[in-house]
């Protein structure tokens, strides 16, 4: 079956430490997304790409990064620059080169938590 | 930019009786607009979109929503609920040109009644 996976599923992370998020889609979608959900604050866009080996910051890129060396894989890495990392994050793919206004596909998550 | 308003955090509804979930987006462009539903602890899934055309839209599950352009609403709306139904509601809105981002409203949580 075609789809978005992310891992881990939840994931405890200390203080100082980066962390990364694994996000693999087999959908050969060319756009990948990474969000991060608070509660009662909706979806933010943390990060975007494409296409292969290119990558835009989304609303709130500070103390994140990411890669995009493969069409499938877009992994995203919590610094210790992140003040405020405990949240759940989704990634999404979508088909479309050009623009957002096509059906996203979200993974079912990751909830990091800082201890 | 474009701005979505979901003017309902918490909407509790019996089951079995309709319910109107509200959305409303700023833009001085034309949009597309969507809904998405996120069952606890897991990703969105798209419940239905509207790019053009007919301004009913259905969609999964039973779901219908209406584009008013004049109120600049898109709001959500079932007949009938199930215990099924259950979920957090986002509505979602982007301009129709470009490589404009998709803006999430903060979600209304709908739970169901028995």
């Known amino acids: 079956d075609g789809g978005i996976t992310q891992s881990p599923k939840y994931l405890f992370r200390k203080e100082g430490q980066n962390v990364t998020l694994s996000c693999e889609q087999n959908?050969?979608?060319?756009?990948m997304y990474w969000y991060r959900q608070d509660p009662g604050q909706g979806l933010r866009l943390i990060y975007y790409?494409?296409?292969?080996?290119?990558?835009q910051k989304g609303d709130i890129a500070e103390g994140y990064s990411v890669s995009r060396e493969k069409k499938e894989s877009f992994p995203l890495t919590v610094t210790s620059a992140q003040k405020n990392p405990t949240a759940f994050y989704l990634c999404?793919?979508?088909?479309?080169?050009?623009?957002?206004?096509?059906?996203?596909?979200f993974g079912p998550g990751t909830r990091l938590t800082v201890l | 930019a474009q701005s979505v308003t979901q003017l309902d955090s918490q909407v509790p509804v019996f089951e079995e009786a309709p319910v109107e979930l509200r959305c409303n987006y700023s833009?001085?462009?034309?949009?597309?607009l969507f809904w998405y539903v996120q069952y606890p602890n897991q990703g969105l899934q798209l419940l239905l979109k509207?790019?053009?055309?007919?301004?009913l839209v259905k969609g999964i599950n039973g779901f219908e929503a209406e584009f008013n352009k004049s109120q600049t609403s898109f709001h959500l709306r079932k007949p009938s609920v199930h215990i099924s139904d259950t979920a957090e509601y986002f509505c979602?809105?982007?301009?129709?040109?470009?490589?404009?981002?998709?803006?999430f409203g903060t979600g209304t949580r709908l739970t169901i009644i028995p």
């Open positions: 979602a809105v982007t301009a129709n040109f470009g490589n404009e981002k998709l803006t």
């Open positions: 959908l050969n979608h060319d756009a």
């Open positions: 790409s494409q296409i292969v080996n290119d990558f």
């Open positions: 509207y790019l053009s055309g007919s301004t």
């Open positions: 999404a793919s979508s088909i479309d080169l050009a623009g957002f206004y096509n059906e996203q596909f």
């Open positions: 833009s001085s462009v034309s949009v597309y």
